[in-house]
């Protein structure tokens, strides 16, 4: 008997050090504030806008000026054949038209007869058939503008995923919890009647051997509060692999933080019907559907233009430096007399590989409605049966709640019965048993209460 008493008082201190712990609430508010703040893969989502950014600039920089500068020499026999010398500045137009402006200098025995010594010119090129309305770089660009709202959407896709990633494992934090604090207190209920009946076997109101089923209850239930603080302290290893400092370390959860309370409110339909109504406007899977869509559609104008001939005009001023000019020679700024005009004509003749690629965007363009349509039906399911689980989950949740009342006045008048006699320890430990069970059962309630709203949430891409 003395055995006994020593090893559940040894059991009672070990336990009780966690009773004299002074806790701190840390709320799911706090955990996804700092998660947003801090954490690496939100911070490399961030990048996707930077990304963006350099993807645009590259989109420009197609219509940077360029400047060319080409020299090419020949000798022979120790004969000067010809010394070439051209630069030329080029400023492509975002109409596609294309300004240039240079100049030439050109010396040796072999040179062309159509070759000047030296020369001034700048002209301009006009496509009139293909690449009047748009060309390649124009295609680019005007993709390129959708890049920074599609990286948008993408981000916000892995935010959102994350978060609700996070949010799961918070509230089986919470659970592990609350099971924790429920079994504190069931072996304290234990611990308490097991001294109670020591004290009255050792005056002989009652039969030693009473004593010794209080204390196998004793420690049942510290096996089972053994088994919960461990699951308590992996909870909060989960949630700590979320927490960062702003310098990329990772943190620890302190061990005296606790998660908040929850108090489940009921969620009106009419947010719901807003959910699925902006669903196109606020999720960023349909976004970057839609998005893809009008990339497609700048693809198609330029492939539609594509099959247009190409018919090029160039025309140049050209203009002789003062040292260079000839006597009697024409003025330099003399139109009829001083330019150069060319015109370059191409088109093939099938257009196989023109009308392959436009054939080929217009698929994509099919296959992107139809992924449009699947995607937005399955999210509409997601939110609708979320939002079904949540009602459903705050209806047990109420009934819980009273068949816990009614399970506590059983339990109560189990121990006023017990206390005059007409009770058995059995009846005790089994309707206490059933208490925390029933309270567990609430308590995991709750915890699916918040994932679904989570889930809710996530499938419609806001928050509450």
């Not at 600039?57 to 080409?70: C, E, I, S, V």
Request: proline share 2%.
């Amino acid at each position: 008997m003395k055995t006994v008493i020593l090893l559940v008082f040894v059991l009672n201190l070990a336990t009780l050090r966690s009773f004299s712990q002074k806790t701190e609430i840390f709320s799911f508010q706090d955990f996804q504030e700092i998660i947003l703040k801090n954490h690496p893969v939100i911070k490399q989502a961030n990048l996707y806008l930077d990304d963006a950014k350099a993807e645009m600039m590259q989109a420009r920089g197609q219509f940077d000026p360029k400047l060319a500068t080409t020299f090419d020499r020949k000798a022979l026999d120790g004969k000067d054949y010809y010394n070439r010398f051209e630069s030329t500045l080029k400023v492509p137009i975002y109409s596609g038209i294309e300004i240039k402006g240079g100049y030439e200098q050109n010396n040796g025995t072999r040179l062309r007869s159509d070759e000047s010594a030296s020369l001034i010119f700048s002209g301009v090129s006009v496509p009139l058939g293909q690449g009047l309305l748009i060309d390649a770089r124009r295609n680019t660009l005007l993709q390129a503008r959708l890049l920074s709202n599609i990286a948008q959407a993408e981000r916000q896709k892995i935010i959102n995923k994350f978060i609700f990633s996070a949010a799961k494992d918070y509230w089986e934090w919470y659970l592990s919890y609350q099971t924790l604090r429920l079994n504190e207190e069931s072996y304290q209920m234990a611990l308490d009647r097991f001294r109670l009946l020591s004290e009255r076997a050792k005056i002989g109101e009652i039969a030693a051997i009473d004593s010794v089923e209080a204390a196998i209850t004793v420690q049942d239930r510290q096996v089972i509060l053994e088994q919960s603080k461990l699951e308590f302290r992996n909870g909060a290893l989960a949630i700590s692999n979320y927490l960062w400092n702003q310098n990329e370390q990772p943190l620890e959860l302190d061990a005296n933080f606790i998660p908040q309370t929850i108090s489940p409110m009921a969620i009106e339909r009419q947010k719901v019907d807003d959910i699925l109504r902006n669903l196109e406007q606020n999720h960023p899977e349909i976004a970057k559907i839609i998005l893809k869509q009008k990339q497609l559609q700048i693809e198609e104008r330029f492939r539609v233009e594509m099959l247009k001939p190409k018919f090029d005009v160039n025309f140049n001023l050209l203009r002789v430096p003062a040292g260079y000019q000839k006597e009697g020679s024409v003025a330099s700024g003399f139109l009829l007399n001083n330019h150069k005009f060319g015109v370059n004509f191409e088109m093939p003749l099938l257009l196989r590989k023109e009308r392959g690629k436009l054939q080929s965007v217009r698929i994509k363009q099919l296959q992107t409605t139809f992924e449009k349509d699947i995607v937005g039906r399955e999210l509409r399911i997601a939110v609708e049966s979320a939002y079904n689980e949540v009602v459903n989950l705050a209806k047990q949740i109420e009934f819980q709640v009273i068949a816990n009342a009614n399970q506590e006045k059983l339990l109560e008048a189990e121990r006023q019965k017990f206390l005059i006699g007409e009770s058995t320890l059995f009846l005790i430990n089994s309707r206490e048993t059933k208490l925390i069970d029933m309270r567990t059962k609430l308590e995991n309630l709750k915890s699916k209460y918040e994932k679904a709203i989570a889930t809710l949430q996530y499938s419609g891409a806001v928050q509450f």
